[in-house]
């Protein structure tokens, strides 16, 4: 089932999320919606708090070549282990803001673990797209988006350019 995208500013969007203790069926069937609702909008990840549920749960699927086979990633209380010093700038977006790019700066590798669907410890090394990704949604599960590596005059316009969407919405 397809869940409704936050839109920035939400004060659930800046709330640090709590860690998922038992992977139920509720949770399971969570995680399957917010891949739904994530390929549907499209994008390649979505956060729990973006659909307003403040728990650490992540999905992702940074596969964009056409016609590849979809690898969807479901990650609960994924934590960052190591981060290169090497770093990666990648024009980010996110679906809580809709159709705003910005440049951010990360490290270009990372390791993350996590908790997978079936309630197994997993760990792995991301790079490129996927690096920068998962770092932008675990980002999201400490009430962090990506506008907040911008400078302030930068965020602020992105803000206010939100507010007049979501006012718009409310009224359509
Ligand atoms: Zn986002």
Aim: glycine share 4%.
């Amino acid at each position: 089932m397809k869940r409704p995208i936050l839109i920035h500013p939400d004060p659930r969007l800046k709330k640090v999320c709590t860690p998922v203790d038992d992977i139920t069926g509720e949770l399971s069937t969570l995680a399957d919606d917010m891949l739904e609702t994530m390929y549907d909008a499209p994008g390649i990840g979505l956060a729990a708090p973006q659909i307003g549920v403040l728990q650490r749960l992540i999905v992702l699927d940074c596969v964009k070549e056409e016609g590849a086979a979809p690898q969807p990633l479901v990650m609960f209380n994924p934590e960052i282990v190591a981060s290169s010093d090497e770093t990666n700038v990648y024009e980010e977006g996110c679906l809580s803001i809709p159709d705003q790019y910005a440049e951010v700066t990360r490290p270009a590798e990372v390791e993350v673990a996590w908790i997978d669907q079936q309630g197994n410890p997993q760990k792995q090394t991301f790079d490129k797209l996927w690096a920068t990704c998962v770092q932008h949604e675990i980002d999201h599960l400490n009430g962090k988006l990506f506008i907040d590596y911008l400078k302030p005059l930068k965020r602020q316009m992105i803000t206010r350019k939100m507010q007049k969407l979501k006012r718009e919405r409310a009224r359509a």
